[in-house]
C-alpha cells in the first residue's frame, strides 16, 4: 500500500507562484508514475502533471510553460511548481500514484490518492 500527503496550496494572486509537495510512503518501490490532477467545481477532473520512474515528464496544454514536475527520489516526494498562476487554475489538486506488483497471474495495477489541497487564484 501506498500513502500520498499532499502540501502547499493556499490563496495567491493572479501571477504568484505556489508550490505543492506529495510525499508518498509505504511500498513506493511499486510506483512507477506520479502526477497532479485538479478539479474545478462543475468540472471533470483533468491529469495537469505527470512524471515516470524514468524521469520523463508531460503536461496539459493549459499549464505548458508554467507549471514544472519533478521529483526527490531520497524524500519519496513530488513537487509541483505553479508560475505565473492565473484564476482559471484554481481547483483542488490531486496526487496521484500509479502503482504495480508482481502476481504469478501476472501484474495488478493500483491508482493512490492524496487527499487534494485548495488552490485559488483571486485578486
Known amino acids: 500500500q501506498v500513502q500520498l500527503v499532499e502540501s502547499g496550496g493556499g490563496l495567491v494572486q493572479p501571477g504568484g507562484s505556489l508550490r505543492l509537495s506529495c510525499a508518498a510512503s509505504?511500498?513506493?518501490?511499486?510506483?512507477?508514475?506520479m502526477g497532479w490532477y485538479r478539479q474545478a467545481p462543475g468540472k471533470q477532473r483533468e491529469l495537469v502533471a505527470a512524471?515516470?520512474?524514468?524521469?520523463?515528464?508531460n503536461y496539459v496544454d493549459s499549464v505548458k510553460g508554467r507549471f514544472t514536475i519533478s521529483r526527490d527520489s531520497a524524500k519519496n516526494t513530488v513537487y509541483l511548481q505553479m508560475n505565473s498562476l492565473k484564476p482559471e487554475d484554481t481547483a483542488v489538486y490531486y496526487c496521484?500514484?500509479?502503482?504495480?506488483?508482481?502476481?504469478?497471474?501476472?501484474?495488478?495495477?493500483?491508482?493512490?490518492w492524496g487527499q487534494g489541497t485548495q488552490v485559488t487564484v483571486s485578486s
Open positions: 512524471i515516470t520512474s524514468g524521469g520523463s515528464t
Open positions: 509505504g511500498s513506493t518501490f511499486s510506483i512507477y508514475a
Open positions: 496521484n500514484a500509479k502503482g504495480a506488483t508482481m502476481k504469478l497471474r501476472g501484474v495488478d495495477e493500483y491508482d493512490y
